[in-house]
C-alpha cells in the first residue's frame, strides 16, 4: 500500500491475486493491465491505480470475465468497479485494491429503429443525443453536454435541462460480474431516484434502450446549440466531474456553496470553481485527497450555515474496500461512499480506513477521515472531516467538529488540533 498521496496500487486481497492470475491466464491475458493507473480514466484526472483493470470489448470477452471471476473460490472476496467515461469518479490517491471492469468501444452502438434507440453501455451521451436529433427524434437532447457513457448514465440517472434518464429509457441489459447472469431490467426494476438507480456495484450495464418522440430535426438541432451555448456559459472546463453534490429538496447546492463564500476557495491542488461552485477543479498534478477535504469543507460550511447535509453526488472509489467477509451492507448507511462499515452511520464518506474502531455507532459525519484504526470510541461525534490520523483515540464522544485535525494519536479525550477547524469541543 502507498502512503498517503501515493500513486501506486494498494495492496490486494487474495481474492484479487486469484482473479488476476485467472485473467492473466485466460482469453482476457492482453485485455488485463496490472496495476493500472485510474487517474487519467477519469475527468479529475486524479487518483491512484487499481490492482487491474481489465476492458471488454465483446459479449464473449464479458462471459470470459465472469469466468474468470466465478471460477476462483475467491470470487466473492474480490472487489470489483465498473469505470465508464469516469466523469462522476474521484478515485484514491492511493489506488483501488480490486478489479476495475470498463466496456470497450465494441459496446458503443447507438442503432435506432422507428422513435426506438439502442445504444450501448460505453456510447457517449453527447453521441447518442446528437444521433437522435438527426433521426428527427426528441427526448434525449438534453444529454448532448454530459460527458458519460450510457451505463455510467443509467447507474447515476443522469439528467439536466429538466429531463433525466428515466423519462425516456425503456429497459437496460445487465450481466451480473459475480455470477454471469444476463438480464434485462424495466424502467420500474431500475427503480430511479434522484441521481440513483437500482444498478448495483457488481452489475454491468451492457446497453439500453429509448423511447424517444417525433420531431423536426431543425428544431432538435437549435436545442442542442442552445444546451451546449448554456454548458459554455454556466460551467467551467478543466478536471471536474460535474457536480460535486446532488441539489437538496427545492434548493441548489450551488447557491448554498455561494451563500458561505467558497467560490474560488482552495485546498491544496482543488479548487472550488469560481464559474459554478458546485464544481471543484483539479490541478493538472491534482490530488483526491485535496478533493476530498474541499468537498468535506464545502459540507461543513453548508451545514453551519444552513442547517443542510449535502450529499454526494460524486462517486467515490477506492477509499476504502469492503471485507468480503464482513456482511457489508453499504445501503444501511444513510450515506456512506466507500467506508467499510458504517452502519447507522448518518454520512461515513470516504473515510479512508476505520478498521477496528471499537464504537463507531451512530457517527452523524466523518467525512474523508484518512485512518481511525483502533479508536476506543467515537460515539456520536457531530463531525469529523479530514482527520488526518486518529489511532488510538481514546474516547471521543460527542466531539462536534473536528475538521482538519492532522494527527490525534493515543488522544485520552477530544482530539487534540493540529490545525484546521476544531469547533464544538472548545479547541479552535
Ligand atoms: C463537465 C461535466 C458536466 C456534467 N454534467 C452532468 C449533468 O448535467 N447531469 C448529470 O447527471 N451528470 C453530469 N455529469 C456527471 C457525469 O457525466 C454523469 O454522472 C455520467 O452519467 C457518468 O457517466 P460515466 O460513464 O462517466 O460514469 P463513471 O463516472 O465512470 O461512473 C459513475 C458511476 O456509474 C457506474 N458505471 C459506469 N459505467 C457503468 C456501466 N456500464 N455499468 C454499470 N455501472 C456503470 C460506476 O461504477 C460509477 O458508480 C457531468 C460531469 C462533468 C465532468
Known amino acids: 500500500m502507498t502512503g498517503p498521496g501515493g500513486r501506486g496500487a494498494r495492496r490486494g486481497t487474495r481474492g484479487d491475486e486469484a482473479v488476476i492470475q485467472a485473467l492473466l491466464s485466460g482469453p482476457l491475458s492482453a485485455k488485463t493491465r496490472v496495476d493500472a493507473a485510474l487517474g487519467p480514466l477519469t475527468s479529475y484526472r486524479v487518483g491512484g491505480s487499481a490492482s487491474a483493470l481489465v476492458v471488454v470489448n465483446d459479449r464473449g470477452e464479458v462471459a470470459a ?20 467515461r469516469g466523469s462522476n469518479l474521484l478515485v484514491s490517491d492511493d489506488g483501488f485494491a480490486g478489479l476495475a471492469v470498463m466496456l470497450g468501444p465494441g459496446f458503443s452502438k447507438v442503432s435506432i429503429a422507428e422513435t426506438t434507440v439502442a445504444a450501448g453501455g460505453s456510447a457517449k451521451l453527447p453521441v447518442v443525443a446528437r444521433a437522435s436529433v438527426s433521426a ?24 439536466g435541462h429538466g429531463a433525466e434518464i428515466r423519462d425516456s429509457l425503456i429497459d437496460a441489459e445487465l450481466i451480473d460480474l ?63 466531474s460535474g457536480s460535486v453534490f446532488s441539489n437538496p429538496d427545492g434548493d441548489s447546492a450551488g447557491r448554498l456553496i455561494e451563500t458561505v463564500g467558497a467560490k474560488g476557495l482552495r485546498i491544496g491542488t482543488a479548487e472550488v470553481s469560481r464559474k459554478h461552485a458546485n464544481f471543484i477543479q483539479a490541478d493538472d498534478d491534482g490530488r483526491a485527497a485535496d478533493i476530498l477535504s474541499l468537498m468535506a469543507e464545502l459540507r461543513r460550511r453548508v451545514l453551519e450555515r444552513h442547517g443542510i447535509e449535502l450529499q454526494f453526488e460524486t462517486q467515490l472509489l477506492g477509499f476504502d474496500e469492503p471485507d468480503a467477509s464482513d456482511d457489508w451492507d453499504p445501503r444501511a ?35 474523508g477521515a484518512g485512518d481511525a484504526r483502533g479508536a476506543g470510541n467515537a460515539c456520536g461525534a457531530g463531525n469529523a472531516y479530514g482527520a488526518g490520523d486518529a489511532r488510538g483515540a481514546g474516547n471521543a464522544c460527542g466531539a462536534k467538529d473536528a475538521c482538519g485535525a492532522g494527527n490525534t494519536c493515543g488522544e485520552g479525550a477530544a482530539p487534540a488540533d493540529s490545525g484546521g477547524c476544531a469547533d464544538g469541543n472548545g479547541s479552535r
Open 178 to 240: 459475480r455470477n454471469g447472469a444476463l438480464f434485462s431490467r424495466s424502467n420500474d426494476g431500475l427503480e430511479f431516484g434522484y441521481r440513483t438507480s437500482s444498478v448495483d456495484t457488481a452489475e454491468l450495464v451492457l446497453g439500453a434502450r429509448f423511447e424517444l418522440s417525433r420531431a423536426a430535426a431543425a428544431a432538435g438541432s437549435a436545442r442542442l446549440a442552445e444546451i451546449v451555448a448554456w454548458r459554455r456559459a454556466n460551467q467551467p472546463g478543466g478536471h471536474n
Open 333 to 367: 448507511a444513510g450515506n456512506a461512499c466507500g467506508a467499510k462499515d458504517a452502519r447507522g452511520a448518518g454520512n461515513a464518506c470516504g473515510a479512508g480506513d476505520a478498521r477496528g474502531a471499537g464504537n463507531a455507532c451512530g457517527a452523524k459525519d466523518a467525512c
Open 136 to 159: 428527427g427524434l426528441s427526448g434525449f437532447e438534453w444529454a448532448v453536454g454530459v460527458p458519460g457513457s450510457v451505463g455510467g448514465a443509467v447507474r447515476m440517472n443522469a439528467g
Open 65 to 84: 470475465l465472469c469466468e474468470a471471476l466465478c471460477s476462483s473460490q475467491e470470487c466473492a472476496r474480490t472487489p470489483v468497479a465498473v469505470i465508464g
